[in-house]
């Protein structure tokens, strides 16, 4: 019994082990309709447990214009993901966006964050 148990045990290390070692590369796109630059400040990621921080530099979102960027999380493609957009315009107002939503996971590799301008 002790040795099926010790097998079942390090069989599901090693499954946790490889999910957690594999990486997922995530695109996302967003527009500005607005006549002023918008920033994305900065993108975390949440799996069950906590979030994380996928990207600490400042993206511009160009007045107008549309931008597509990519990330890389720290955990598979398969693991259900939540993201926060930290969006900060011209004035220094700042907005969280939650994608898909603020209790929702996806699975997703592409987001469409949509009109940034939206939250202003």
Avoid at 37 to 44: P, Y
Avoid at 109 to 117: A, F, H, M, R, T
Wanted: with cysteine; glycine share 4%.
């Amino acid at each position: 019994m002790k040795l099926i148990q010790k097998i079942f045990f390090t069989t599901l290390l090693c499954l946790v082990a490889n999910v957690a070692m594999a990486k997922c590369t995530i695109t996302y796109e967003a527009t500005n309709s607005s006549d002023k630059t918008v920033m994305i400040e900065s993108i975390s990621s949440k799996v069950k447990g906590g979030w994380f921080k996928v990207q600490d530099t400042s993206i511009s979102v160009p007045a107008e214009d549309y931008i597509i960027e990519t990330f890389t999380t720290d955990y598979a493609c398969s693991v259900g993901k939540q993201y926060k957009f930290v969006i900060v315009n011209s004035r220094d107002e700042e907005e969280t966006y939650y994608y898909p939503s603020s209790n929702l996971y996806t699975h997703s590799q592409g987001l469409e964050i949509g009109d940034v301008s939206r939250f202003f």
